[in-house]
């Protein structure tokens, strides 16, 4: 039981490049969360699915695109990536949208836009 | 607009000793406080949580207090050892899961 999972670990992208962040959960969580963490600010929301086959954008959807694929696995995509999208982007599942359900995180992605 | 505030980014205390972090918050309209740990390289994992129909939950050495007049949570870690030397992120949320607002996080140290 891995839990969520997240590829890659580290990506170096240059100004203008495309990129997909891959996500996968083996909870059977109904719910997916991508974060982004940026040096003191806490977590904040890109995108969400509440279930399979709904997104929604969260808190700093710009720049970003979402694709639940199936139950398991949700994925990030910078289409054209900038150097404010440097940072460490967390995927999370949790088993409901709604009640008191804590989110499960997987290890981070460190991605650099120079 | 930070809706959940962490004011202290680090802490440091004595192992066996007790450890209270701290957390604000501005929206009113929050009614489920949570906080996580996270260890460096990993993603946060869940420690505890608390609802707004409650001023207190204990799970092991791990406390949440709650008080919603002054809109101000704390977590207090007694005894304190070294393991749990990590950055706590205090979160806060409604109803939905999708609208959860997290501090910037307080860095533990505890030292033998």
């Known amino acids: 039981n891995a839990g969520v999972t997240q590829t890659p670990k580290f990506q170096v992208l240059k100004t203008g490049q495309s990129m997909t962040l891959q996500c996968a959960q083996d909870m059977n969580h109904n719910s997916m969360y991508w974060y982004r963490q940026d040096p003191g600010m806490g977590l904040r929301l890109i995108y969400y699915?509440?279930?399979?086959?709904?997104?929604d954008k969260g808190e700093v959807p710009n720049g970003y695109n979402v694709s639940r694929l199936n139950k398991r696995e949700f994925s990030l995509r910078l289409e054209s990536a900038a150097p404010s999208q440097t940072s460490v982007y967390f995927c999370?599942?949790?088993?409901?949208?709604?009640?008191?359900?804590?989110?499960?995180f997987g290890p981070g992605t460190r991605l650099t836009v120079t | 607009d930070q809706q959940v505030k962490q004011n202290s980014p680090s802490l440091s205390v004595q192992e066996g000793r007790i450890s209270i972090l701290n957390c604000d918050y501005t929206?009113?309209?929050?009614?489920?406080f949570l906080w996580y740990k996270k260890y460096p390289a990993e993603g946060p994992t869940f420690l505890i949580s608390?609802?707004?129909?409650?001023d207190k939950n204990e799970d092991g050495r791990f406390t949440v207090f709650l008080n919603k007049s002054a809109k101000h949570l704390s977590l207090h870690i007694v005894p304190s050892q070294p393991g749990d030397s990590a950055v706590y992120f205090c979160a806060a949320r409604g109803l939905n899961n999708n609208d959860m607002r997290f501090g910037a996080g307080t860095r533990l140290t505890v030292k033998p």
């Open positions: 929206n009113s309209m929050f009614d489920y």
């Open positions: 999370a599942s949790s088993e409901g949208p709604i009640g008191s359900y804590e989110q499960y």
């Open positions: 608390i609802s707004s129909i409650k």
């Open positions: 699915s509440a279930s399979e086959g709904t997104t």
